[in-house]
């Protein structure tokens, strides 16, 4: 059966460059891995298929000798008729070698690979978990202790992991004599892959422990209690290492990361590390200056107190802010804190009385153009718009019939 041209395989042109080459093998890799594809057959072979495309062409020898003799050249055949590159034809042993190479350990092993090569069978560290933690505001502050639930992969007690009856011990794989992988023929070169009796184990357990199966792991949930400093924000993330999933075969525990994300909160907004609020102000207390109370979180700095006093000028508008130093959120290195900055909002009366109203009337007529300036500022401009698109002048615009 024809081999397809690699080039056509990884959908790339013969003088594609190494960056281009792999960044084409990284997109197809993760397209077809089996992992993402319910392990299907099609999947192994188009896998299989790109990742033997790609170890011959980012070899620059390899490379050379196929550019110049075809699939002969890498396959044992080509010049001379020997393999230059030595038994095992281009040197595939399995396809998540390759794919452990190009995309790093920790990602060839999230998708069932050795990463860098390592053998199946060894001890082999437990998978990293994650876990996203809602918290509130008031926690972001000040720091808190969470009690939290991680579902994961515990070492069975019972069989110590090891996934034998008690009292017995795995065995020797006899298909693969303990080395997890299994040499195939396959045309002119050979295939590494492993084994698929002990699944790359090298060991078969003839009398399976009870409690896990055979599988020498449990899946349980387990409460850990979780320190949140004060000062994280949005996003943040908690490494607790060895809190993750237990390893295989005596490897270590996996890591947990903890990523938080803040509730809205009904009164501030985080900007950094200053709080922002809304605070209303009377139309009196604006016109004539005054003060207001703002609302801030609890601390020790605040002295057990959760508000501050706000000082408004007299005439102030809507919008404007006060900043209030050392209100806001803590450093998250324990350095400092934010801001509490207060915009004001004033409100307009309502509901008022015939003499409230009689009151206001009066104040009215007795305001002069210098006391309301954005006022006058504006009428100016509308009566230049209006000149411009009726006609006439400033003070004299003509009018629409």
């Known amino acids: 059966m024809a081999q397809r041209d690699y080039y056509e395989i990884l959908g790339v042109e013969r003088t594609v460059e190494?960056?281009?080459?792999k960044s084409a093998y990284r997109k197809l890799a993760m397209e077809h891995h089996p992992d993402r594809n319910g392990g299907s057959?099609?999947?192994?072979?188009r896998f299989k298929e790109i990742s033997?495309?790609?170890?011959?062409?980012?070899?620059?020898?390899?490379?050379a000798a196929y550019d110049r003799f075809g699939h002969a050249g890498v396959n044992g055949g080509g010049a001379g008729g020997g393999n230059p590159f030595g038994q095992g034809g281009a040197g595939f042993h399995d396809i998540n070698d390759i794919f452990s190479q190009v995309f790093g350990d920790a990602f060839?092993?999230?998708f069932g690979g050795r990463g860098g090569g390592r053998q199946n069978h060894g001890p082999r560290r437990g998978s990293d978990l994650r876990y996203d933690l809602e918290i509130t505001l008031e926690q972001a502050y000040k720091g808190a202790e969470v009690e939290i639930a991680i579902p994961t992969l515990m070492s069975c007690e019972v069989c110590d992991g090891s996934g034998a009856k008690a009292g017995t011990k795995p065995s020797i794989c006899s298909t693969c004599g303990g080395a997890g992988r299994v040499r195939q023929a396959n045309g002119f070169f050979q295939v590494e892959r492993t084994c698929p009796r002990c699944g790359g184990s090298g060991e078969m357990i003839a009398d399976p422990c009870a409690a896990c199966g055979g599988h020498g792991q449990v899946r349980k949930t387990r409460k850990l209690n979780l320190k949140v400093p004060a000062g994280v924000d949005d996003g943040s993330r908690i490494r607790l290492t060895g809190e993750g999933e237990a390893g295989q075969r005596g490897g270590p525990r996996g890591d947990l990361y903890v990523f938080l994300s803040v509730q809205p909160h009904e009164l501030f907004e985080r900007d950094n590390?200053?709080?922002?609020?809304?605070?209303?102000?009377?139309?009196?207390?604006?016109?004539?200056?005054g003060i207001v109370d703002a609302p801030c979180l609890v601390s020790d700095a605040c002295d057990g107190k959760c508000k501050a006093a706000v000082e408004v000028p007299a005439g102030a508008q809507t919008g404007k802010t006060v900043r209030i130093k050392g209100k806001g959120m803590p450093h998250l290195n324990g350095r400092g804190r934010g801001d509490l900055v207060v915009e004001l909002f004033v409100e307009t009366p309502t509901d008022l009385t015939a003499r409230q109203k009689e009151l206001l009337t009066e104040l009215a007529a007795s305001l002069g153009e210098t006391q309301t300036p954005r006022n006058t500022s504006f009428a100016g401009k509308a009566k230049r718009f209006w000149a411009d698109i009726l006609g006439g002048d400033a003070d004299n615009p003509k009018e629409t019939a």
């Open 41 to 45: 057959e099609e999947s192994v072979a």
């Open 108 to 110: 060839g092993d999230a």
């Open 52 to 63: 033997e495309a790609y170890t011959v062409l980012s070899d620059d020898q390899k490379r």
């Open 273 to 289: 590390l200053d709080l922002l609020v809304t605070v209303p102000v009377p139309m009196t207390v604006a016109a004539l200056g």
């Open 18 to 21: 190494a960056a281009a080459l």
